[in-house]
């Protein structure tokens, strides 16, 4: 097994001794008191925000855990008081739209200097699991200067790795058209994008695949079973997301959670209750801190997706940390009653292992009642699979709940919504207080 490419990329960058965790360690709390220094200076809300965190009252990474986290509703309610930089000298804006009720929009913005290092880290993350031979497919999006595919593809082609970036999945025809033209190995995209591409056209996948990263979402395990079952291709996940400056971390050949971009990024896990370190091994809300940001550096931004460190070494032999699988997000846990849970996560090991299905929708009606709109590309097996999911989900949680499955009439195969947006549990009672 290949030792994970990131150890030297951090080494590299970080001019620490070979396979010295404390001085990795050293390294990002020095990064770390910089970039406070330099957002107090610069930006409106942390000058306000770090106010009363004074000069020299910092002085190890356990005073750090102490500081106030950075709330993604801050961003939204004044996304130019974070910016560091002159308007000018913003290269990229991304506009996110959020679940806020006043339609108010996540933006986020970069430089020229904060793309390259993306753009870094993807050329070496991407050696993970390619080299100069492959031919990578790229389904996300990619039309923009600085978008994640148009940076995916410069580090591609500085490490001589051929690629295509197509968008996200529209036309199945078109796409399988160009795997056989362009003799396409390796895809990277949406995990239920891909998912759906390989049930519907496994033809070209069996025959030209061999391997595959999902990127953007978290990855169901009963997703990954499959891709591998049939097409016996390993899968790898990458973590990230666009506060991150897109890329976050990657798994190696152990495929078995990602190592980091310590250069760049300080990863914390925490208890979301009561916002205290969580030991590893122990589940808790990621927690980032970017060390080498110029437009807009974040200090303990809380993502609310839920994972955990690894409390062993990876098998690859590096000495990174481990970062499991992301195991889906906060909101996406839903309390029925007092401390039962329904999770998108658990449905979706249920549902997505029909492989008739094409997609679905969770709306939880009221406490009692969770419908699901499943879309089929074999309308025929609807009466089955609405049978096994209502029992087997009635059998699985530990609260009794009526499960209605309706046939999603609109969503044909060749239709694929167009959408990076993250599935969710719709909850009805929240959005009727919201009202
Ligand atoms: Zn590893």
């Given at each position: 097994?290949?030792?994970?490419?990131?150890?030297?990329?951090?080494?590299?960058?970080?001019?620490?001794?070979?396979?010295?965790?404390?001085?990795?360690a050293?390294?990002?709390?020095?990064?770390?008191?910089?970039?406070?220094?330099?957002?107090?200076?610069?930006?409106?809300?942390?000058?306000?925000h770090?106010?009363?965190?004074?000069?020299?009252?910092?002085?190890?990474?356990?005073?750090?855990?102490k500081?106030?986290?950075?709330?993604?509703?801050?961003?939204?309610?004044?996304?130019?008081?974070?910016?560091?930089?002159?308007q000018?000298?913003?290269?990229?804006?991304?506009t996110?739209?959020?679940?806020?009720?006043?339609?108010?929009?996540?933006?986020?913005?970069?430089?020229?200097?904060?793309?390259?290092?993306?753009?870094?880290?993807?050329?070496?993350?991407?050696?993970?699991?390619?080299?100069?031979?492959?031919?990578?497919?790229?389904?996300?999006?990619?039309?923009t200067?600085?978008?994640?595919?148009?940076?995916?593809?410069?580090?591609?082609?500085?490490?001589?790795?051929?690629?295509?970036?197509?968008?996200?999945?529209?036309?199945?025809?078109?796409?399988?058209?160009?795997i056989?033209?362009?003799?396409?190995?390796?895809?990277?995209?949406?995990?239920?994008?891909?998912?759906?591409?390989?049930?519907?056209?496994?033809?070209?996948?069996?025959?030209?695949?061999?391997?595959?990263?999902l990127?953007?979402?978290?990855?169901?395990?009963?997703?990954?079973?499959?891709?591998?079952?049939?097409?016996?291709?390993?899968?790898?996940?990458?973590?990230?997301?666009?506060?991150?400056?897109?890329?976050?971390?990657?798994?190696?050949?152990?495929?078995?959670?990602?190592?980091?971009?310590?250069?760049?990024?300080?990863?914390?896990?925490?208890?979301?209750y009561?916002?205290?370190?969580?030991?590893?091994?122990?589940?808790?809300?990621?927690?980032?801190?970017?060390?080498?940001?110029?437009?807009?550096?974040?200090?303990?931004?809380?993502?609310?997706?839920?994972?955990?460190?690894?409390?062993?070494?990876?098998?690859?032999?590096t000495?990174?940390?481990?970062?499991?699988?992301?195991?889906?997000?906060?909101?996406?846990?839903?309390?029925?009653?007092?401390?039962?849970?329904l999770e998108?996560?658990?449905?979706?090991?249920i549902?997505?292992?029909?492989?008739?299905?094409?997609?679905?929708?969770?709306?939880?009606?009221?406490?009692?009642?969770l419908?699901?709109?499943?879309?089929?590309?074999?309308?025929?097996?609807?009466?089955?699979?609405?049978?096994?999911?209502?029992?087997?989900?009635?059998?699985t949680?530990?609260?009794?709940?009526?499960?209605?499955?309706n046939?999603?009439?609109?969503?044909?195969?060749?239709?694929?919504?167009?959408?990076?947006?993250?599935?969710?549990?719709?909850d009805?009672?929240?959005?009727?207080?919201?009202?």
């Open positions: 097994m290949k030792k994970t490419p990131l150890e030297d990329w951090i080494v590299n960058r970080t001019r620490i001794s070979p396979g010295n965790q404390t001085e990795l050293a390294y990002q709390f020095k990064k770390i008191l910089e970039t406070m220094d330099y957002v107090k200076k610069n930006s409106a809300f942390y000058k306000k770090l106010d009363l965190i004074g000069e020299n009252t910092i002085s190890s990474l356990d005073d750090f855990k500081i106030p986290f950075t709330y993604p509703e801050d961003i939204e309610k004044s996304p130019y008081s974070f910016l560091c930089v002159p000018q000298k913003v290269d990229r804006i991304v996110l739209n959020t679940s806020g009720t006043n339609g108010e929009k996540k933006r986020l913005f970069f430089t020229d200097k904060d793309l390259l290092l993306t753009v870094d880290f993807f050329n070496y993350g991407m050696r993970s699991l390619t080299d100069s031979t492959d031919r990578v497919l790229v389904l996300l999006p990619g039309n200067y600085g978008s994640i595919g148009d940076l995916l593809k410069k580090a591609l082609t500085l490490s001589g790795v051929s690629s295509t970036v197509y968008g996200l999945l529209s036309n199945l025809d078109e796409v399988e058209k160009i056989d033209e362009r003799d396409i190995n390796c895809i990277v995209g949406v995990p239920i994008q891909v998912l759906y591409f390989s049930r519907l056209k496994s033809d070209v996948f069996k025959r030209k695949i061999k391997k595959l990263l990127s953007t979402d978290y990855v169901p395990e009963a997703m990954i079973n499959e891709l591998n079952r049939n097409f016996n291709c390993p899968v790898f996940t990458h973590y990230g997301m666009t506060e991150m400056g897109y890329g976050g971390g990657v798994e190696c050949e152990a495929l078995n959670g990602y190592h980091l971009r310590e250069a760049d990024l300080y990863v914390e896990i925490i208890n979301p009561s916002g205290a370190p969580v030991e590893n091994g122990e589940v808790g809300e990621v927690v980032f801190t970017t060390l080498t940001r110029e437009a807009m550096p974040l200090i303990r931004y809380r993502t609310g997706d839920i994972a955990a460190f690894s409390d062993k070494p990876c098998p690859c032999g000495f990174l940390r481990t970062l499991k699988r992301v195991e889906g997000r906060l909101e996406n846990r839903v309390e029925i009653s007092r401390g039962a849970f998108l996560k658990t449905l979706d090991e549902i997505l292992q029909f492989e008739e299905i094409i997609d679905y929708q969770a709306v939880l009606k009221d406490s009692n009642t419908e699901l709109e499943i879309a089929l590309y074999d309308e025929s097996s609807y009466p089955a699979v609405r049978r096994q999911i209502s029992t087997t989900i009635q059998e949680f530990p609260f009794s709940l009526n499960v209605k499955v046939k999603n009439q609109e969503k044909k195969p060749n239709q694929l919504v167009n959408s990076m947006l993250k599935r969710k549990i719709s009805m009672r929240k959005e009727r207080r919201n009202e």
